[in-house]
């Protein structure tokens, strides 16, 4: 009781907007007494209403009343300040509307600083003294400050839930576990709390994955806006140049033509932007639950976090491609070729030209098609290969239906044939290749070139025109024993990734794409061509070491 006179001055003298001792105190004319800044600035915000309240009694006043400074009770609180009253100490500061307050005291309540477990109470640090003083107290379990204590213990055992049912998903208590939920898969809270932390970890990790490819998606639409309209740009300059030329003859056709670009480039540009705003909003979206799950993971209350887990955790699947692919179009190069033909012809072949002219002009696009990135995602594109005997070298022997190649020492007896590799162990697919196409080698020993090329590579001589990757026909991977190597026109460059006995090819042909894939539980990129693909292709095998095989896999 002796410490409750100060306290009770304190509050006396105290301004009930700042909770300090006053400051210049002012008196409002319903008689409340106030800081003077504090309640000039409360009554700023009022100023639009043109109605003055005071904040504790409500009481309006119009118009604003000018304030006095209340000169006996600034000398009061001078004279307080005199005896050693000061704002209330760190450790007597009043709860507020994110603190725990005390559960002890009465009136205005102080800041809680321990939550005791077996009272089930939480304590301000005046009211604590007893647990450190008194031996009844010893064995009791002081915590941090919890909100909702009593949300920790059994409703039914009055007993801290300490433990995890993962039969019926909720924090139960020991004698929980006894009773009803005898037989259940249970656990320790803070077990199953250092579970739920891991799959936390990997949700934010799946988040800013997402992010990242989405940003790095966003990079790719941005430079392909400013593709398509500096292409356009160019269509239109050029053509514009060459109707100039044909004005008497070609007034109505030029009009046409610049009224089609620029149609068809707001509406590329348009769509693209469009898909660009949806990624952009994703991204926000995706920070947003990234920044909750943060502020989850630092819960300390393992109820709370488990409470709290489920709702937060989902992760929505992503409403876009996974990837965005953009190949190397020629947006409007082709309307500019058309119409340099139609002014060498000029008027004798007007109307066959301007219908080849309007043709191309709709044909413009932009690949925003999505590229596989799971292995499930590529077998939905797997394509059955078999290797062409007439292009098989006579020391590679043939079998699984002409699926698997073996280096062997004991020539075979193909017949002639001019498609056949005569100096090179290598062989060709029987079957062409064009659009998206995947499939999977998987080799036995090193030495072996898993490639793709044009059908015109050469079937003859040891030089590297006839040699997978050495020539600007082909592309290969090798793979030996302790790393891969890229080659293309005599060009090596080194692959960085997981040794693996299985490759796995990707080919998209119209978009220009090639990939190569070590291939496990997971598949890692090892290298990825981007180029423009003139003629169908055909897979290819090369092994270079007797007693070396490769297989191409059966995927359906």
Sequence with gaps: MAQKGPQLDRETFSCPICLDLLKDPVTTPCGHSYCKNCIKDHWDTEDEKRIYSCPQCRQSFTPRPELLKNTMLAALVEELKKTGLQAAPADHCYAGPEDVACDVCTGRKLRAVKSCLVCQVSYCEQHLQPHFESPAFEKHKLVEPLKHLQEKFCSRHDEVMKMFCRTDQQCICILCSMDEHKGHDTVSAAAERTERQRELEGSRHNIQQRIQDREEDVKLLQQEVEAINGSADKAVEHSEKIFTQLIRLMEERRSDVKQQVRSQQETEVSRVKELQEKLEQEITELKRKDAELKKLSHTEDHNQFLHNYPSLSALSESTHSSSINIRPLKYFEDVTAAVSELRDKLQD??????TNISQRLTVVDVLLSPQPKTRADFLRYSCEITLD????HTHLLLSKGNRKAKAV??????????????????????ESLTGRCYWEVERRRDGVYVAVTYTDISRTGSTNESKFGFNDKSWSLYC?????????NNIQTPVSGPLSFRVGVYLDHSAGILSFYSVSDTMTLLHRVQTTFTEPLYAGLRICKFGATAELCKLK
Excluded: C, E, G, M
């Design 409 to 430: 020492r004991k020539q075979q007896s193909y017949s002639d044939h001019p498609d056949r590799f005569t100096d090179r162990f290598q062989v060709l697919s029987r």
């Design 349 to 354: 072949v007007l109307r066959d030209t301007w």
């Design 389 to 392: 005997p007439n292009t098989a």
């Design 480 to 488: 030996d024993t302790i790393s891969f190597k890229f080659w293309y």
